[in-house]
């Protein structure tokens, strides 16, 4: 089967389309034969070694020394089952799936085998395979970062980076929990964002949102490109900073992937996708996504032309 392959840390040439071995299920797992992925910020950081040096060395003992222990990388992605393990019990052959393999990697590929009891679940019928793609990576991260701000009904939620993966979802996140929500993004994304539900945006281009004298219960840096220190102006006593930069990687929990699944079936949440690249165009879309501008999510589309 074809793979891309990260051969060493770099940049995006370093990622290569290789034939290696389609795998087989064991006994508890699912073959899944990919129809889309993403390119996801944390893929980029992997691939390019993206790491404050106090954390260098660990983090080469996780990742891999000379080059990326797992060499595919991918964290989310859609597909059908092709096959199933002796022992598996909640899928059958042809059911559409979409999945979060977090640090087992894999999505770069035609095929995957996953855990049956792994982050995945039944694709809802209202979205397509690359949507489904989108979902994950950036759902559970806001998720995550909102509940540690302990987000509440009725509060006043900025969100810094809204245009992004991680921001997008975010937007959407904060209103469900029936917040007032302020995006924060450039003069391009204004739109956007708003069409996403925020009740006020910010063109971070020509405004500062702290010169204004508003202040937030929650301000959640979902780009890792500000700091507590430049916002302390904005926020609420007792409100609280957030960001995906410097404060732990989100965890990864099935209660997320069933609640994130409810919300799209339900219509209250959307991907949002910029662009979609051929697997065979990977390298494209790594220069693509390292720019730093992209509007929610960079997808990949894999075993294209064959799925519905």
């Known amino acids: 089967m074809k793979a891309v392959v990260c051969t060493k840390y770099g940049s995006p040439d370093v990622l290569e389309l290789h034939e290696i071995k389609k795998p087989r ?5 699912i073959l899944v034969k990919i129809h889309a992925t993403a390119v996801t910020s944390g893929d980029c950081r992997v691939r390019g070694f993206v790491s404050p040096i106090i954390y260098w060395f660990p983090m080469r003992i996780v990742l891999g020394f000379r080059k ?20 598996v019990k909640r899928y059958k052959n042809g059911d559409r799936v979409f999945a979060f393999t ?28 690359e949507e489904a793609a989108a979902v994950f990576f950036g759902g559970t991260t806001a998720l995550h970062f909102l509940r540690k701000g302990n987000i509440r009904n009725g509060q006043k939620v900025l969100i810094f980076g809204a245009s ?47 010169a204004k004298g508003n202040q937030y219960d929650i301000i959640f840096d ?30 990864e929990l099935m209660e997320d992937i069933v609640f994130l699944k409810g919300l799209i079936e339900s219509g209250k949440l959307k991907s ?33 032309g064959d799925h519905k």
């Open 25 to 29: 299920p064991g006994k508890n797992e």
């Open 68 to 87: 990326p222990r797992k060499p595919v990388l991918g964290v989310e992605l859609s597909g059908e089952v092709e096959a199933i393990g002796s022992d």
């Open 102 to 129: 977090g640090m087992r990697f894999g999505g770069y590929a035609e095929y995957i085998c996953l855990p049956e009891d792994g982050l995945l679940a039944v694709k809802p019928d209202n979205i397509t395979y």
């Open 164 to 210: 992004g993966s991680v921001g997008t979802s975010a937007v959407q996140l904060a209103k469900h929990f029936r917040t007032e929500v302020t995006g924060i993004c450039s003069t391009s994304n204004l739109e956007l964002v708003r069409s996403l539900g925020a009740d006020h945006v910010i063109d971070y281009t020509i405004e500062d949102f702290t």
């Open 222 to 251: 979902a780009v890792g490109k500000t700091s507590k220190s430049a916002c302390r102006k904005a926020l609420a006593p007792n409100g609280k900073f957030v960001s995906v930069e410097g404060q732990g990687v989100a965890k």
């Open 272 to 304: 949002v996708i910029d662009r979609c690249y051929p697997l065979e165009q990977i390298r494209e879309a790594h220069a693509y996504v390292d720019k730093g501008h992209k509007k929610g999510n960079v997808i990949i589309t894999v075993n294209h």
